[in-house]
């Protein structure tokens, strides 16, 4: 029906009609640029954070960024670049095989799934979207966390000790740094969000690949969502943009960070439950584009559904105040 109405209208679509958004859902050509704050988080650790005041300024940032976008870039965050460049080649490589090569980790293949979770390369964890419009992307979605359910014969050869590098890496920053800097700001331990992930918690790395696509205009790399996380940490390529995020209904453009090196992390629901709708998760989405192909590398950080409830103690807490209202 739609591509009957589009041709009736003389535009020439080229992508299948699977992949063609809904008018409303689809991207504007120009979008505003969203102010992410880029946040030095080794300042907000430790003893550094007290020499010259200038903990307290990352500090106020990473508070706006938590309460209001649920979005922000970090340096200085411990992951070594060396890590993440050969973290960014492994996955660009692996998406240029040809597709029988990558098939041998396919989802299907394996057929085998863990808790509902398909693991591999292909398109089926996103279990909502069966019967909704297609994303623009290829991807490898592998559980890295507990270490005893991950599926390696799904981990190709080449990548598989960057990406556990990657994860001890990426680990130390969220617990060490990230988590406990998130609970101060809640007055509350340090431990807080950690020990929700200790356990049983779960811990997937997802390799999003965004092939150049004719039609911008009508298809998404990725449709619109908030991730079921505590938070995610995102790489994302450095030549290209495409992710954007929502806030009061606008969609902004995230640009490439300046710092090749830096990561972005997303606030996601499980943070906005337990800490009672104080920190916002992310709205976001992934546009395409007609001249380049794009390369992310997510890991999402999912604690247990039981350890995932409003919080007591914020019930009452003044900060809270405006957003029941
Ligand atoms: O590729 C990106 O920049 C974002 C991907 C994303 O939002 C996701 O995988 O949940
Ligand atoms: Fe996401």
């Not at 505003?32 to 030095?40: E, H, K, Q, R, T």
């Not at 509902?116 to 966390?145: A, C, I, P």
């Not at 830096?262 to 629901?269: E, R, S, Y």
Request: hydrophobic share 40%; proline share 6%.
């Amino acid at each position: 029906m739609l591509l009957v109405q589009e041709n009736a209208a003389g535009v020439d679509i080229d992508v299948p009609e699977g992949y063609v958004m809904k008018p409303e859902d689809r991207p504007t050509a120009e979008a505003p640029v969203a102010p992410i704050p880029l946040i030095d988080i080794g300042l907000l650790s430790g003893e550094m954070s007290k020499a010259d005041g200038s903990g307290a300024e990352e500090t106020a940032k990473l508070r706006l960024a938590l309460e209001s976008w649920g979005i922000l870039m970090v340096t200085n965050h411990g992951v070594e670049p060396c890590v993440i460049d050969a973290m960014c080649s492994a996955s660009r490589e692996f998406f240029q095989r040809p597709l029988e090569e990558k098939m041998k980790y396919s989802q299907a293949a394996d057929g085998e799934k863990y808790e509902d979770y398909h693991q591999g390369y292909g398109s089926k964890e996103l279990k909502l979207e069966h019967k909704s419009t297609r994303d623009w992307v290829d991807r490898m979605f592998l559980q890295v966390e507990p270490q005893e359910h991950r599926q390696l014969q799904l981990w190709p050869e080449s990548f598989r000790d960057i990406l556990h590098e990657f994860f001890v890496q990426q680990s130390s920053l969220v617990n060490k740094r990230l988590l406990p800097a998130m609970a101060r700001l809640l007055g509350f331990d340090d431990d807080f969000f950690g020990e929700k992930l200790r356990g049983r918690a779960l811990i997937f790395a997802r390799l999003s690949h965004y092939p150049s696509c004719p039609r911008p205009d009508l298809v998404l790399g990725v449709k619109s969502h908030t991730d079921a996380t505590i938070v995610t940490v995102l790489m994302v390529d450095n030549n290209v943009s495409g992710l954007q995020v929502q806030k009061d209904d606008v969609w902004y453009d995230v640009p490439c960070p300046t710092d090749p090196h830096a990561l972005l992390i997303f606030v996601g629901d499980n943070t906005e439950v337990i800490s009672n709708g104080a920190f916002k998760a992310s709205v976001h989405r992934v546009v395409t584009n007609a001249q380049k192909e794009r390369t992310s590398v997510a890991m999402f950080y999912v604690p247990i559904p039981e350890e995932v409830a409003p919080t007591n103690d914020l019930v009452n807490d003044s900060i809270l105040d405006g957003a029941r209202k």
